[in-house]
């Protein structure tokens, strides 16, 4: 199983800065893949990230919003960009395997004042 | 399109009853279907799944099985202790190869001494 770390675990920023969280994988994976979970409510896909290739963003985010990196086959970023209090999420890094679903981070407390 | 549905939190219970999370869903296909946990404070882990009709997963004494005729894939443990409470979440795989995650709003669990 794959075991994933982020960084920072929980932030508190002001509206209008930035945030750039890291997801490290302790193992190479093709793919990699963002989830937002605001307070009480599910997950929503924001990105899956590719190593050598742009990001692809599901209906509702934006590259402008939440650029991503991935620069090799086992870190990613995702940045938070001027951030709204509406931002204030969990932010979960997550890889699939294949026969055992996905596995995450232990998250990306944001909060924006 | 897929959809996940889970029947609403939070559940109260106490130490040694009986527990069962509904979850419904909605797909083309035959999606795998999964159930994970979220302890107060950490990322979703894998809690158990299944790939196919009549299948059962099991892990940690909660079972569910994938029932095609009626759509569902219920949680369920016999005895539930207070290191259960948490919040759970039904979701399943697309089954187009898109690699998306479909995931239900959670359900709190909350375990009683």
């Known amino acids: 199983s794959a075991v994933i770390s982020q960084k920072p675990s929980r932030d508190i920023c002001q509206r209008g800065t930035s945030l750039t969280i890291q997801c490290q994988v302790d193992s190479q994976v093709t793919m990699m893949f963002w989830y937002r979970q605001q307070p009480g409510q599910s997950l929503t896909l924001i990105a899956t990230?590719?190593?050598?290739?742009?990001?692809?963003?599901e209906s509702g985010f934006v590259i402008d919003k939440f650029p991503i990196s991935r620069p090799n086959l086992t870190f990613s970023t995702l940045t938070v960009s001027n951030m709204s209090p509406e931002d204030s999420s969990i932010y979960l890094c997550?890889?699939?395997?294949?026969?055992?679903?996905?596995?995450f981070g232990p998250g990306t407390r944001l909060t924006v004042t | 399109g897929n959809s996940v549905t889970q029947m609403e939190g939070p559940v109260t219970l106490s130490e040694e009853a009986f527990l069962t999370i509904n979850c419904t869903y909605t797909?083309?296909?035959?999606?795998?279907l999964f159930w994970y946990v979220q302890y107060p404070g950490e990322g979703l882990q894998l809690l158990l799944k299944a790939t196919k009709a009549d299948d059962k997963g099991s892990n940690k004494g909660f079972e569910a099985t994938y029932r095609k005729e009626t759509t569902s894939f219920h949680l369920e443990k016999g005895s539930v202790q207070v290191s259960d409470s948490a919040v759970y979440f039904c979701a399943l795989s697309d089954t187009s190869g898109t690699y998306k995650y479909i995931f239900g709003t959670g359900t709190r669990l909350k375990v009683l001494a």
């Open positions: 997550s890889v699939e395997d294949n026969t055992q679903g996905l596995y």
């Open positions: 990230a590719n190593q050598g290739s742009e990001a692809t963003y």
């Open positions: 797909a083309t296909g035959y999606p795998s």
